[in-house]
C-alpha cells in the first residue's frame, strides 16, 4: 500500500514565526488533504490539493504529484495554531492513508 | 448545520458490553468511511460504504460491524469491548459519484473501555 512520511515530527514556533511542513508519498495519487487537529480533536479540513497550489489566508500548500511531495506553509503562527497536522492521500475508491502527524507548539 | 455528525461524543463502557456509535451527513454524500485514531494519534481506516455497501473492510476483528440504513447514515456496532478498542472514532463522507474524493470528517467518539 502507499506509505506517508511526514516531517518534521515535531515543530515548535513562536508566535509570527514561519515554517513548512513536509508529506511525501510512496505511489501516484489522485487523493491528497492536509487537515489540522486541534487540542480539543477536532479534524479541520485545511486544502483538498491533489496537485497545484492553494491558499488560505495565512496558510497556502503546494503538492509536486509528479515528484510525490506535499508542502504546507504556515506565515506569522499564532497560538491557535497548535495540533497536530496530518496529510493523507488515497485514489478514487482506495485507501484514505494518514500520515504520522506533525505536532505544531505555537508559543505566546 | 451541522455536515458530519456523531453521536456519542463520549462512551464509557465496560469489558464485555456492546455498544454502537451512530454518523449522520446532510451533505449529499454516497460514500461514508469509519477511522480508528489510536492513542499514538495514528489514523487508519477501518470501514469504507458507498451507496449502503461495503467497499472497504481493512483487517478490523469481526466484533466491529458497520451498519448503513440510508446512504446518510453508517453507524458502527462494536461486540464484546476489548480494553485495546478504547481509542477516538471518525466518521467522514465523500462524494466519490461526483468524482470528488475529499472527505469530511465528523468530530469523533472518543471511546473508553474500562
Known amino acids: 500500500g502507499i506509505q506517508v512520511e511526514q516531517s518534521p515530527p515535531d515543530l515548535i514556533l513562536q508566535e509570527g514565526a514561519n515554517s513548512t511542513l513536509r508529506c511525501n508519498f510512496s505511489?501516484?495519487?489522485?487523493?491528497l488533504q492536509w487537515f489540522h487537529q486541534n487540542p480539543w480533536g477536532q479534524l479541520i479540513n485545511l486544502f483538498y490539493i491533489p496537485s497545484g497550489t492553494k491558499q488560505n489566508g495565512r496558510l497556502s500548500a503546494t503538492t509536486v504529484a509528479t515528484e510525490r511531495y506535499s508542502l504546507l506553509y504556515i506565515s506569522s503562527s499564532q497560538t491557535t495554531d497548535s495540533g497536530v497536522y496530518f496529510c493523507?492521500?488515497?485514489?478514487?475508491?482506495?485507501?484514505?492513508?494518514f500520515g504520522p502527524g506533525t505536532r505544531l507548539s505555537a508559543l505566546p | 448545520d451541522t455536515a458530519v455528525s456523531q453521536t456519542p461524543k463520549y462512551l464509557v463502557t465496560q469489558m464485555g458490553n456492546d455498544k454502537s456509535i451512530k454518523c449522520e451527513q446532510n451533505l449529499g454524500h454516497d460514500t461514508m468511511y469509519w477511522y480508528k485514531q489510536d492513542s499514538k494519534k495514528f489514523l487508519k481506516i477501518m470501514f469504507s460504504y458507498n451507496n449502503k455497501e461495503l467497499i472497504i473492510n481493512e483487517t478490523v476483528p469481526n466484533r466491529f460491524s458497520p451498519k448503513s440504513p440510508d446512504k446518510a447514515h453508517l453507524n458502527l456496532h462494536i461486540n464484546s469491548l476489548e480494553l485495546g478498542d478504547s481509542a477516538v472514532y471518525f466518521c467522514a463522507s465523500s462524494d466519490l459519484a461526483g468524482g470528488l474524493n475529499e472527505q469530511f470528517f465528523g468530530p469523533g467518539t472518543r471511546l473508553t473501555v474500562l
Open positions: 493523507a492521500v488515497g485514489n478514487y475508491g482506495q485507501n484514505f492513508v
Open positions: 505511489d501516484s495519487v489522485n487523493n
